[in-house]
């Protein structure tokens, strides 16, 4: 039987965080809202991912969790947009198609909601996925968030302008998913 856990990134992590982005086929990137012109080069990346990988908890703009089946890396969810003790905005990636369309990431995300909404004290977690990208919106909806509306944005520093589903869940939802 598979085991599943998440764990903060280590700096071990960095490269195929990047290299899942760097490394992917267009039309993958493109299908969930990826601007391939808007990504950085490698380096540049790896330099961001280290400077505020130094940085303490209450001063992160985004923090990273490592998806793990049977104890190898196989995705991740992150964090950005953090106001701490407020609200952040949530990413989900897994890197290995295989691994997809499989519920793992139900239960990844599960995982991931007490190290943000307690590490960060947050009062809400968002999470905006391209509307025409099916897996993440079905997803956050089984979990339990609330979608409060459909709109156009550019959503993400690496995004093209696209219709996002604007999912949330607030604390006192999150803690009646984990009494």
């Known amino acids: 039987m598979d085991h599943l856990s998440v764990r903060p990134i280590h700096e071990a992590d ?3 965080i990047v290299d899942y982005f760097l490394k992917a086929d267009e039309a993958f990137l493109v299908g969930m809202g990826v601007d391939i012109a808007k990504l950085p080069t490698r380096d540049a990346w790896l330099e961001l991912l280290q400077k505020e990988y130094q940085h303490p908890i209450e001063q992160k703009s985004f923090f990273y969790l490592i998806w793990l089946l049977n104890d190898t890396p196989v995705g991740h969810s992150n964090i950005n947009k953090i106001r701490f003790g407020e609200e952040a905005y949530m990413h989900l990636h897994s890197w290995n198609p295989p691994n997809r369309k499989k519920g793992m990431g139900l239960q990844f995300i599960k995982m991931c909601l007490p190290y943000y909404f307690d590490l960060f004290q947050l009062k809400k977690l968002y999470c905006e996925p391209y509307a025409l990208n099916p897996a993440p919106n079905k997803t956050l909806q089984k979990i339990g968030f609330i979608l409060l509306e459909s709109y156009e944005t550019t959503p993400g520093w690496i995004n093209f302008h696209q219709p996002v589903n ?12 984990f009494s």
């Open 14 to 16: 960095f490269e195929q």
């Open 166 to 177: 604007r999912w949330c869940l607030n604390v006192a939802q999150y803690q009646r998913l």
